[in-house]
Structure formats: structure tokens, C-alpha cells
């Protein structure tokens, strides 16, 4: 089965995008302006 894609827009932390990985969705990215948000989302996308 082809997982379907998306972009998280206004990501924060990266709750949503948990979701949608668990749920079988590929990211292609994660926009998110907060410095600390961006760290945590650059932690999080290594263990994707």
C-alpha cells in the first residue's frame, strides 16, 4: 500500500504530526517559525 504524504503547517512540537505517522501518513515537511518548536520537531523527525 502507497502511505500518502503531507505538510504540517504551524507544527509547534509536532502532536499532530505523530498522528499522522502512526497512522501511516509520509512528512514532507514541517513548517514552524518558533526556535524551540523547530528543535523539538528536528528531535522528533529522527526517530521517524
Not at 23 to 45: W, Y
Amino acid at each position: 500500500m502507497k502511505k500518502l504524504n503531507y505538510i504540517d503547517l504551524f507544527a509547534g512540537a509536532g502532536g499532530l504530526s505523530e498522528g499522522f505517522v502512526r497512522s501511516g501518513f509520509a512528512p514532507i515537511a514541517h513548517v514552524e517559525m518558533n526556535k524551540d518548536a523547530c528543535d523539538t520537531l528536528k528531535t522528533r523527525a529522527t526517530y521517524y
